[in-house]
């Protein structure tokens, strides 16, 4: 193959994800970009889920029934020129540990903010992450139909509470039931747009200079008076945009507007599309493997099983990272050294699959993969290449499952091994109280087991009981000392385990406990996250 040819592909892709707090409307925002780059004709909006119909991007019956995202769904669609591959991630506390791996396999990110509810817990958290991995981040300002924060309140919010650099590429014009369209700063027009039932088609809109009459007519006298007022301040306080700084993730460029009416989802995937970058290189130990090398690389950064109940197989989410994909090379999965075909490669939109023939940096397939597979390992044709682990985080909440029924304990086991092997949950082996029967399961909230139980209920049809435990906090403790020989140092209240690489794990029973052990067991490291 030309290098100009791998050049050219990777220079049209991008790769990011939606992030946000719950309910700011991730999903929705997902469905709208969808609509815009043509992949979807009618946007499957979340109030017509309610009525059992189909969003493209929430799939899981579970997602459905409750209306809220479980795990992270992929979706690939051409806009234009470029070839998107899109992650609409869950935005509840317990199922972060999705949206972190999402995280390490997306070159940006679009965070979405409730303007009536402004920057929350669950948007601060993941933000931090963002941060320290230095990826670009753009803003959406989302819901500017309803009341809610002033534009100039949620820009100071974001900067305050945030602590990164904000610069509005649009502002709106007028709010709630008044909102009506957005100034682009950038190209110094007025978008007005029109509602049209349900945001079920493209909002159709007209673009004007600020002094037009039609803006005038179209916009009531005080919110006008208001916008160009407010235009006039940033033009002093929010002087010079930077596209620079916002590859280094200094900057965030803030868009307005309401997904749910397609108010301001063309700026901001253009503006998106503008200001970032292709794929970014990523570390295997101490080297850099550069997009361009020839060879190729990726890493599965997310294993999901019985994603689409005509195919019950167990899918790894590759993201690729140099070199050319081609359907059925052989590649090594670098972490067991074993040659592997990659077979039954596809893209996926949701829960729809199709055949990839071929897939270049920034890509993300699915392929069908057996059980030695988990997240984090790399296949790639050069068998030194070892990309750098997906971090883990310490789970707060701690169980044991159990299979009620004897009779059943087929559909149970293999349920489970399934299940774990794609870590809804995390497992852990008892070493103190020694325990070989039951393993520890790990979460991070209490909903990845019920997650857990449903799915054993409806994908292999096996019925659970739950045990919950009182461990309170889990760190991951390095020593010199034997199993044993830690375990009989052990006080009453902390226990130890083995995480499923065999690194040791203590567990307290409080946080009284834990400052005790610190405080008297110096000569044992604990991490909050292994290393
Ligand atoms: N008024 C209004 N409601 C909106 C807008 N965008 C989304 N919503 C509503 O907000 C609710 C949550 O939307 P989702 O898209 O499911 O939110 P999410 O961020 O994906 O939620 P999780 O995946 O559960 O974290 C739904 O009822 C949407 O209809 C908007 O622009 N205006
Ligand atoms: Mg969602």
Known sequence: MQAGVLQDEILRRRTFAIISHPDAGKTTLTEKFLLYGGAVQLAGSVTARKQQRETASDWMEMEKKRGISISSTLLQFDYGPWRVNLLDTPGHKDFSEDTYRVLMAVDAV????????????QTRKLFEICRHRGIPIFTFMNKLDRPGLSPLELIDELENVLGI???????????GREFKGVYDRLQKEVHLFEKVPGGAYKAP???????????????DE???????????????AHVGFSPESVLQGKTTPVFFGSAANNFGVQLLLDGFIKYSTGPAERKAGDRVIPVSNKTFSGFIFKIQTNMNPLHRDRIAFLRICSGKFIRDMDVYHTRTGKSIRIAGSHTLLGQSRETVNEAYPGDIVGFAVKSDFRVG??????PSITFNSIPRFAPECFAQIHNPSPGKYKPFRKG????LAEDIVQ????????NPNNALLGAVGPLQYEVLQYRLKEEYGAESTLEMLPWKILRWAESDLSDSDLADS????????????GRRVVLFLSEWLLRNFQENRSEITLRESPV
Do not use: C
């Open 427 to 434: 497992v852990f082996r008892w070493i103190k109280p020694f």
């Open 110 to 121: 679009v965070m979405v903010i409730d303007s009536g509810k402004g920057i929350e817990s």
């Open 205 to 219: 809109v007209s673009i004007h200079g600020f002094e037009d009459s039609a803006v005038k007519t179209i916009i």
């Open 222 to 236: 005080q919110s006008y008076a208001h916008a160009a007022e407010e235009l006039e301040l940033l033009d002093t």
């Open 165 to 175: 650099h904000a610069y509005p590429v649009n502002w709106p014009l007028g709010s």
């Open 490 to 501: 052990l006080s009453y209240g902390v226990a130890l385990a083995r995480d499923e690489q």
């Open 377 to 382: 390992d790399t296949v790639s044709e050069d």
């Open 416 to 419: 489970i091994e399934h299940l």
